[in-house]
């Protein structure tokens, strides 16, 4: 059997209520999961550092006080200069609906309303350790590095029949993107615009060919913690925009057998 999954629950800031908390500790215990209680009023850095001496794999942060939008982000970025980014952070207690999303942008992976229930929150922890993978929903695209997307149409467009839908300029990674719908797919010519664009040294240390694969998910954030949990190497820990507008994160291609992976998440789904 494989080992319980270790839980620290914590209550950062100075709200002195820690009746949801304990609910919520012992409803993960009954779940079969080992969990630490810190008490009421932890400092973000007292948390980080009864995680790192209990060694856990989740820190479930209560707050009523209103302060979560400062303490939930410091114990994410507490634990990553310490090096733990893989320990799972969520969040509960009283957090405003619109307060969520810059909660996930932060690091916490997931947040659980007053209404939640104990065996949701349980689910949840438990399925970012079962190894089932995240969920993708598709191809989203196949990025092709050329020299000149002028030029690799000649072959993509007339002699393969796709259409180029459209050219566009991603300025902050230096590279200038055709894209070529097939099916509910597509290929992406990327074309350098500079000589240090990262696709020019791609091209020059290894010729034109395929630069990344990436997979649709319905959720970005959700996604880069699940692999973070199963510790799973990432060149980006946040989501940026890429093409098209979408939210893209590379993990590290030592990951994934040397091919450059790409996660998006795009509006439409
Ligand atoms: N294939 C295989 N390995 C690659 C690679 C590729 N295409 N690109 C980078 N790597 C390797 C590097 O060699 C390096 O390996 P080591 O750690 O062993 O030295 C590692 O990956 C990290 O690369 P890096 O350049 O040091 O890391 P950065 O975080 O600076 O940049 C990345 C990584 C992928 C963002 C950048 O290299 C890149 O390709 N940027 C352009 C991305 C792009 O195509 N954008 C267009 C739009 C994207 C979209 O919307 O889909």
Known sequence: MSNPIRVLVAKPGLDGHDRGAKVVAQALRNAGMEVI??????????IVEAALQEDVQVIGLSSLSGAHMQLFPAVVNILRQQGASDVLVVGGGVVPEEDIPYLKS???????????????????????????????????????????????????STAMGLHCSGIEEVTDQKVKVAFLPLGDSEIELLEPTTLDSPVAKFLQSRGE???????????????????????????????????GGALIAFLHPKASGGVLTEICQRNSE
């Open 106 to 156: 932060a690091g916490i992976a997931e947040i659980f309303g007053p209404g939640t229930s104990t065996k949701d929150i349980a689910d949840f922890i438990r399925q970012h350790f079962q190894g089932d993978g995240i969920t993708l929903t598709r191809v989203d695209h196949v990025g092709i590095a050329v020299n000149s997307i002028e030029a690799s149409l000649d072959f993509y």
């Open 209 to 243: 060919g395929i630069h990344h694969i990436a997979y649709r998910v319905p959720d970005i954030q959700l996604a880069l913690g699940q692999l973070r949990a199963q510790g799973v190497r990432l060149l980006d820990q946040e989501p940026r925009t890429g093409a």
């Open 37 to 46: 209680y810190t008490g009421l009023r932890q400092t973000p850095e007292q």
